[in-house]
C-alpha cells in the first residue's frame, strides 16, 4: 500500500495523517491505544518503560529487500525505542518483535547505554550486535528533531546513518556477522537478520518518541 506518488524513485511510506501503510506488530489492525498521530507526527504515548506493553510495536504493511529508509525521530529525556528491519513475525515472541534494529535512546540518561558490550546498545548502533562509531557531531541535544537512514545494498551491506553521518557499516551473512551475532542477544534466533524480504518496525518501549517523515526508496 503506497501512501504517496514516487518522486524520484522515493516514497513516503506514512501520509503524516492516518495510520494507513501501518499495523501492530502480530495484529490484523493499527494497536488502538499507545500511539497518537498529531500535526504531521506519528507518537509513541508513554507508559511503564516496558518493551511492547501498551500498544505495542508498528509494522509496515508492504516488505523491503534492498532499501534507502530515511526518518526524523525526536527522544524525550530517557527515552528508548528502535527502527528494526527485516521483520517478519515469524518468532511469534513476546515483546518486541525480531528483527535489526537502529538503535533510538538517549545515551546519557538510559540504562541501556551502559548494558551490552562496548556501546553496542547506544544511538544508532545495531541493538546489540555492533556498536556505531561515538561521533559528537552526529549527536544533537534531546528535545530536537534527528534524521536517521538505513541503507541496505542488494549485496546485503548495511549501512547506519544518523544526522549525515554515517556511524555503522556491516555485511549481512558474513562470517563476521554471524560471528557477531552469535555473541550478542540473538544467538537463540535461527539465521536471525538474514530474512531476504522483512518489514520495517517502529519500537514501543513505553517512553515518548516521536517519528515524522517516512521515506523509503527500495533499491535493484
Known amino acids: 500500500m503506497e501512501c504517496s506518488r514516487k518522486k524520484n524513485g522515493v516514497r513516503l511510506l506514512w501520509d503524516g495523517q492516518t495510520n494507513n501503510g501501518w499495523r501492530g506488530a502480530y495484529k490484523n489492525a493499527f494497536p488502538e491505544k499507545g500511539w497518537q498521530i ?28 534492498a532499501f534507502i529508509f530515511q526518518f526524523d525521530f525526536k527522544l524525550s529525556e ?12 515469524r518468532e511469534n515472541n513476546s515483546g518486541s518483535a525480531i528483527g535489526l534494529e537502529y538503535q533510538i535512546l538517549d545515551d546519557e540518561k538510559h540504562p541501556d547505554a551502559k548494558m551490552g558490550s562496548i556501546g553496542n546498545r547506544t544511538l544508532a548502533s545495531l541493538y546489540d550486535p555492533i556498536p556505531s562509531l561515538r561521533e559528537p557531531r552526529a549527536r544533537r541535544k ?18 547506519h546513518w544518523l544526522n549525515g553521518w554515517k556511524l555503522l557499516e556491516y555485511q549481512r551473512g558474513t562470517p563476521y556477522y554471524y560471528a557477531l551475532v552469535a555473541r550478542s542477544k540473538y544467538a537463540a534466533w535461527p539465521q536471525f537478520g ?6 520495517l518496525l517502529l519500537q514501543d518501549h513505553g517512553n515518548k518518541v516521536s517519528y515524522r517523515s517516512l521515506k523509503v526508496q527500495e533499491l535493484q
Open 194 to 199: 538474514m530474512a531476504a524480504y522483512g518489514r
Open 142 to 159: 534531546i528535545g530536537e528533531w534527528n534524521r536517521g537512514m538505513i541503507v541496505v545494498h542488494p549485496d546485503n551491506r548495511v549501512e
Open 78 to 89: 530517557g527515552a528508548n525505542s528502535g527502527v528494526k528491519y527485516f521483520v517478519t513475525e
Open 38 to 65: 498529531a500535526n504531521g507526527e506519528l507518537t509513541v504515548l508513554p507508559s511503564d518503560g516496558g518493551e511492547s506493553t501498551n500498544g505495542g510495536d508498528i509494522v509496515s504493511i508492504d516488505t523491503f529487500k
